[in-house]
């Protein structure tokens, strides 16, 4: 049974379900320009040369990411007061979903303004000199592994915000169980998938395995704001 936590004429759940929305629009638009993400090698050089023979693109690809990051946070910071604004059996799990949340939206916010620095890094390399090459190089690669260290961390924690919440959602009461459930089956592996990239190296598999699990959970914000937009209005 779904309790009336989501109000008709509620600005801030309009609000909320707008930022989920763009929030999903955005990290859609940024996914497909992410040129290096979509290359399929695991050599770190022919990974990164996309991004600098295409700079713009890629700083333009890290911009949307970071936006649609932020108007996700819009719309979870929704989700949590829809939660813990009423007496129920989810608040705890909102809560902690959502100062988790809060975490894991600063680490992209890094992780993206990181990728906008390795792609004028990777630029410079590709119009240095060949004398220069291999010290610009060597900035990038600096970039890159600063960059690798942090992402395992961010998938972990921000899709741990999510299980946590979709755990909220389905102990409150609040919202449809397939919400709930859908969010849950598509965060345990994303969060399983940054505790295997700690210990392993890049590879074009585990690549690959994220873009389907970011393009679920792309969806899954896309059809939850869709819903709280329609019990809003």
Avoid: C
């Amino acid at each position: 049974m779904t309790h009336q936590t989501i109000v008709k004429g509620d600005s801030l759940q309009r609000i909320s379900s707008a930022g989920i929305i763009i929030g999903a629009i955005l990290v859609a638009v940024s996914g497909f320009m992410m040129l290096h993400a979509n290359t399929p090698t695991s050599d770190l050089r022919e990974m990164l040369t996309p991004m600098g023979e295409y700079q713009y693109r890629a700083i333009g690809a890290s911009l949307f990411g970071m936006f649609g990051f932020w108007m996700a946070l819009i719309g979870l910071m929704g989700v949590n007061r829809s939660i813990t604004g009423v007496e129920t059996k989810g608040a705890v799990w909102a809560q902690l979903g959502f100062f988790f949340t809060l975490i894991g939206t600063t680490l992209w916010t890094i992780s993206w303004a990181m990728d906008v620095n390795t792609a004028n890094a990777v630029a410079n390399w590709l119009s240095a000199p060949i004398g220069d090459k291999e010290a610009t190089w060597n900035g990038v690669a600096t970039l890159s592994a600063f960059g690798r260290g942090i992402l395992p961390a961010t998938w972990i924690i921000y899709w741990l915000a999510l299980a946590f919440l979709n755990v909220a959602m389905l102990q409150s009461g609040a919202y449809p169980q397939w919400v709930g459930w859908s969010g849950l089956i598509v965060s345990i592996p994303m969060i399983a998938l940054g505790v295997i990239q700690v210990f392993t190296p890049r590879s074009v598999t585990l690549t690959l395995i994220f873009s389907i699990l970011m393009l679920l959970t792309t969806l899954w914000y896309l059809t939850s704001g869709i819903w709280v937009a329609r019990r809003a209005s």
